[in-house]
Structure formats: C-alpha cells, structure tokens
C-alpha cells in the first residue's frame, strides 16, 4: 500500500535523524506547551512504547550473552544505585543548599537517587551504541531502586514518599510486560523482519521521547520569565551534574571500554525523575517541577553531543 509504504519511508527518515531529532524534540516541546495537558494523562503508555521498542532493538544474543555473564552490568547496576547516589547526595547536603533552598534540595536528592530513565536503551540504539547492554543494566538498576531508592530518601530526607513494594510492581510491570509483547512480535515477525525495520522502530522511538518531551516542557517559559538568572544557574548545574557522571561512569570503567563507560554514564546521570512527579507532582513545589523540566534538557541534547566519541568508540558511521 503507496500510504504503509510512506509512513514506513517517513519514520525509517526520522529514525536516521536519531540524535538530531532528540534534540530538535526537546525545543518543539517548548512551542507547544498547549498540547502538555492532552500528553501527561498518557506518559504510562509513552514509557510503555519505549520499553517495548529497546527490547526489539536489542540483539537477542547479546542480550542472552549479558544475562548469562552479569558480572559487568551488576557493577554498573551498584555505581548508579549505590555509589553516585550516596556520593552525589552527601555532596548536596554538605554544600548547605538545604538551607538555602530546601525544596532544590530535596528535588536533587531524590533525583540522584531514583532508577535510570526506561528509555535509556531507545537512547543507546538512537546512539549506536550497545542496546543489550544497556537494557540488561537498566533492568538490574530497576531491581535495586526499590530498595535503594526508599534507603536513601530515609538517609538525606528523614522520610520516603515510595513504598518499595509499590515501586518494584510499578517496574516490574513495565519491564515485564513490554518484554512480553516483544517476545511475542518477534516469534510472529521474525527476527529478520525487525532488522528491516530498525530505522522506522528508532522513528517511533523518536516520536514517544517527544510525547515525553512535550509534558516535560509544561510551564519553562513562565520559570524562566519570572528568574532567568535563577533559570540560567540551575540549567548550568543540571548540565555539570550530568557531565560529572559521564566522566566518572567513563574513568570508572575504562577498562570495559569507552563505549561501555558511556552507556553506564548515561544510566547514571539520566535519571527517572517521572516518576517521582507521577507519584507525588501535585505537592511538590514548582521549583521542583521547574528543576524536572530543566533535567530534560540534558537527556535531550547530551546524545547529539557525545555522538562523535560514539561513533569513534563503536566505530559506526
């Protein structure tokens, strides 16, 4: 059909655009922030689709290889759950920002100390680097944060808005049931048919990080209109925290490779701050809603920045 055979065309075309097009979505997200109410109501589904399209695109053996020798990913899996948070956050409560602004305070711990984004490994395919990996670590990353998470919220806050209990379901649920209809498509498809179809599932993939992209941006214009040097100072820490554990991540594992440094720099820094306003957006303060919107932006453009060391580490063009 000339109209399949368009759309295929239109998405595999999106898809070659990869980190370009991340980083155009987050500044089409600030020009539309009318279309934030209609896509906030439907992130579930938006990370559902993510989850859904990483295990697609990862290989199945490499998937099979990790699985059977965790070694690597379990490390990774206790630096971004165990080691940043408690480094990062101890950093924040001896730099006495608690008493200047509580609620950034408590914002930024509760960032650092959350699992990484889902999409993490959309991001890794978007990037060239290796998907399997990166969904293997995300998946233990997403084990731990039950426990991690809640322990650290109780050490740098004095409380916890999560129940480990119903944070492991919510996870599980995703990580699980995503799996599932992976599974399912590619016993009906074939493998063979979803390696025809990688640059139209990056298009798609494309398309759910903007949907995120869109509800994240809700309410930037106004922040920055009523504090732009309060804007600016937060965009330039979000963004040194962020290089930070890049740099660390890459040290860190050197010897895995600067690919695989990469990739856990990524899980490290890029953080699933939707959840915690899922859960409890309606009290937090707007400086907290403004520093999520702002933690985007480096989510967003970081990709399109460090593209060249992942193409000369992967040695992909």
Known sequence: MPLLRGLTAALAWLGRQGTRALAASVFLGLAVPPLAAYVKPHLGETVFVLLLFSYLRADP????????????????????????????ASAFA???????????????????????ITSSAAFAALMGLDVAFSLV???????????????????????SLFSPIELGLKLFFFFASSALVAYAIRRVAGQEWIERQ?????????????????????????YVMADPM???????????????????SILLFLRAGVDQGLVIGFLASFRNLGVIMAAVGAALPETAWFYFALAQFPIYLMPQIVKPLARRVTGKA
């Open 137 to 159: 670590t995300l998946i233990a990353c997403s084990a731990l944060s039950p426990i991690t998470t809640v322990a650290f919220s109780y050490l740098f806050l004095g409380s």
């Open 230 to 248: 309060f804007a600016l100072g937060l965009l330039i820490l979000v963004f040194a925290l962020t290089f930070a554990l890049v740099g660390l």
């Open 198 to 222: 990688k640059e139209p599932i990056d298009g798609l993939n494309v398309i759910a990080v903007f949907i995120f992209a869109v509800a994240a941006m809700d309410g930037v214009p106004r």
């Open 61 to 88: 053996r490499a998937f099979e290889r990790y699985l059977r020798a965790p070694k690597l990913a379990i490390v990774a899996a206790l630096w971004v759950m165990v080691v940043t948070p408690l480094l990062f």
């Open 94 to 116: 001896a730099s006495g920002i608690v008493d200047i602004n509580p609620a950034l305070y408590f914002i930024m711990v509760l960032h650092i100390a959350t699992p990484p």
